[in-house]
């Protein structure tokens, strides 16, 4: 009977052990279960009308993210206007309106002025790219977290997409010299805002997809916005037909991703590494598309929509430079932060550009060589 007793309580004891270990393991593998329950999405927005190749960026950006993680973030982006105004993406981002969004930091320009260093210049002589190797190597990175932190954004940025240097605008005629500017209704954003005023402009700032509109009834005499088939697909050819290329006003500005910063830091490490690499991949298909988008488009607005392109006169092109450095110095004194930019672009830029001008050949001799006016004909 004794060995009847020991040996039921054996059993007992064996059982509760192995049904404690049972809910033990249930606890355990409970998170991992419900971690695995379907993709993380995510709402955006662009600041860009839908039909803007911009916009087909945006759309690009968010298409490589959900493929490399696999699917296991998806990333949905709404074109400007469908939650938010253009302007008000900084807002919605950080209060977590929207998960994240696609646009330029000289609309945010509002918010802090240092902010268009990131494009809304001539840059020190750096084209964009050159730009956002200060970015990721000069400190720029740095100084754009402290920038954003400075105005309470709750956002994590991430610049990308090196864009071609943008024209001086779409005009009713001609410009051949800085007093042309006088007294022009105007439409540009972030520091160039500084810049055509000090030339002389009434500027308006309007959202990319606001100026065609504003142009045709009137509201403004001119305007820039940044590239050949932005400026078609925006209908540009329909109210202009000048259209006078090279300017120092955006002459190396990028585009820029923005999350919420407590949605990015909610995501796996390996999910972060991924939104990274994605950033700097799309960067670089992005230049390469713009390449061929931008001109064939440049091509089509001569020959199909009679448009009318001329150089900028250097003239007006060292009156910007001029008034440029004059306006830094204003905004130097007034804000610690946006020194701090200039000079940590400034230290970068001298030691870039001058390793640029004494190494890269200049394409113009090659240019005219193989397609200028005295070129032979080649098969």
């Not at 002389?200 to 100026?211: M, Q």
């Amino acid at each position: 009977m004794t060995i009847r007793r020991k040996d039921a309580t054996t059993t007992r004891r064996r059982f509760l052990k192995g049904a404690a270990a049972t809910a033990a393991a249930t606890v355990v593998t409970a998170p991992a279960i419900a971690q695995s329950q379907g993709p993380i999405n995510m709402r955006w927005q662009s600041t860009w009308p839908a039909k803007d190749i911009f916009h087909e960026y945006a759309l690009d950006y968010a298409k490589k993210v959900n493929d490399m993680t696999g699917g296991e973030l998806k990333i949905e982006v709404l074109p400007a206007g469908a939650v938010v105004p253009a302007f008000g993406l900084l807002d919605a981002v950080s209060k977590g309106t929207l998960d994240g969004g696609h646009g330029v930091m000289v609309y945010h320009y509002g918010k802090q002025t240092a902010l268009a260093l990131w494009g809304s210049g001539p840059a020190y002589a750096m084209d964009a790219n050159m730009l956002l190797a200060w970015h990721k190597y000069g400190g720029g990175k740095e100084l754009l977290a402290k920038l954003y932190n400075s105005i309470g954004a709750n956002v994590v940025s991430f610049p990308y997409g090196p864009m071609p240097t943008q024209p001086l605008g779409w005009f009713k005629k001609p410009v051949s010299k800085a007093e042309d500017l006088q007294g022009v209704k105007f439409r540009t954003v972030g520091i160039s805002i500084d810049v055509f005023t000090g030339l002389g402009a009434a500027v308006n700032a309007l959202p990319g997809g606001e100026i065609v509109s504003a142009m045709d009834r009137g509201l403004l005499d001119a305007a820039e916005f940044n590239n050949a088939s932005s400026d078609r697909l925006l209908g540009f050819p329909d109210v202009s037909k000048i259209c006078m290329l090279q300017s120092y006003h955006q002459n190396a500005e990028q585009f820029e991703v923005l999350f919420n910063k407590t949605k990015y830091d909610s995501l796996p490490e390996k999910m972060r590494a991924i939104i990274a690499a994605a950033s700097e991949a799309a960067g670089q298909d992005m230049s390469w598309k713009a390449i061929d988008r931008y001109s064939q488009d440049y091509a089509e607005m001569q020959s199909k929509d009679k448009v009318k392109f001329y150089k900028t006169p250097d003239s007006v092109l060292q009156k910007q430079l001029d008034i440029y450095d004059d306006v830094v110095a204003k905004k130097s004194a007034e804000n610690a932060l946006f020194k701090e930019i200039v000079e940590s672009q400034m230290a970068f830029a001298k030691r870039a550009t001058q390793w640029e001008q004494d190494t890269v050949v200049s394409r113009r001799m090659a240019y005219n060589h193989y397609f200028g006016p005295n070129a032979k004909r080649r098969s």
